[in-house]
């Protein structure tokens, strides 16, 4: 998979705010640096403004009047697209991403709020079964496609790992997820859901035991310039027994991955290559330490 080198940093919170500080930072040179500074700054901006629009639940598609016989629909169109956003954030963050799918094809766009009490990933992922079940039964189809944005990825791979998910999640898109946990921001602890996000709690060591037989394909993008990855790398995806593809992203912040037009392209590229299958046979036999492929 190919997607486009770029240069940023974060939005709410990040190594300008609360949650981070410069000295997580990857040593990168000053100028890329700073033109990723400037790129974050300028796509948190917009995002705050479009925040309020993405507060309440989305309007769910009229069902069906009682009685009428739905027609199966696989193999003549793709799978609903489910996306779930990240900590402390809301539906808004998917704007563009989902105008993108819907001009390339995509008719089965969901995007699904969870709410900012949670405080156990497991519950938010069960909660996300009863989403896609439902979807499922609304759409016809059998399975779904889920792009998940940091703590959203989280929630969508335990789902998928340890709730039985991978019979409903086809493909999962991780964007900036924290796989391997991260230690960023040691103030925010106090949250039950950043501690499940740290390395080593009992979430992340749960997500690392054996998982034979997962059907779930999954996709993960990390970026070198994530701050809120400590350490950088600790979005990558790297489990013996998951099929999975990791996509390195150069110099883009944790809030410009879901919208940056190179990380888009990559991730309708995700939903429909077929070249998916050996990519990730070879980094399932890397550990997932080799072969990423790049956004570059």
Same mark, same amino acid.
């Given at each position: 998979m190919r997607v486009?080198?770029?240069s940023l940093p974060l939005g709410p919170l990040g190594p300008l705010g609360p949650l981070g500080s410069l000295r997580s930072l990857p040593q990168i040179p000053f100028q890329p640096l700073l033109r990723a500074l400037t790129?974050?700054? #300028?796509?948190?901006?917009?995002h705050l403004i479009l925040y309020p629009t993405g507060i309440a639940q989305e309007r769910r598609a009229a069902d069906l009047t009682p009685g009428t016989t739905q027609l199966p629909t696989e193999g003549r169109s793709r799978p609903p697209v489910v996306m779930l956003h990240g900590f402390i954030d809301?539906?808004?963050v998917f704007l563009l991403l989902r105008r993108s799918l819907s001009r390339h094809g995509w008719r089965h766009l969901v995007s699904l709020n969870y709410s900012p009490l949670t405080c156990d990933v497991r519950a #938010?992922?069960?909660?996300?079964?009863?989403? %896609?079940e439902e979807i499922c039964a609304r759409t016809g189809h059998a399975q779904v496609d889920v792009i998940g944005h940091s703590l959203g990825?989280?929630?969508a791979r335990y789902y998928a790992q340890c709730l039985g998910g991978d019979t409903r999640i086809r493909t999962l898109v991780t964007l900036g997820t924290p796989h391997e946990g991260t230690a960023v921001a040691p103030l925010m602890s106090a949250h039950p859901v950043v501690r499940q996000m740290r390395p080593g709690s009992p979430l992340i060591e749960e997500l690392r035991r054996p998982a034979p037989g997962?059907?779930?394909?999954? %996709?993960?993008?990390?970026?070198?310039?994530d701050q809120l990855m400590t350490p950088i790398g600790a979005a990558r995806l790297a489990h013996p027994?998951?099929?999975?593809?990791?996509?390195? %992203?150069?110099? %883009?912040?944790?809030l410009a991955l879901p919208v940056h037009p190179a990380v888009v392209s990559g991730i309708r590229h995700a939903l429909e290559s077929d070249e998916f299958e050996a990519g990730a046979k070879a980094n399932r036999a890397s550990g997932g330490q080799d072969g990423d492929s790049s956004v570059a």
């Open positions: 486009l080198p770029f790129l974050d700054l #300028a796509i948190l901006t917009g809301n539906r808004s #938010a992922a069960e909660l996300l079964g009863r989403h %896609v990825g989280l929630i997962c059907r779930t394909r999954f %996709v993960s993008f990390w970026s070198d310039l027994d998951l099929l999975s593809r990791n996509v390195r %992203v150069t110099g %883009v912040g944790h």
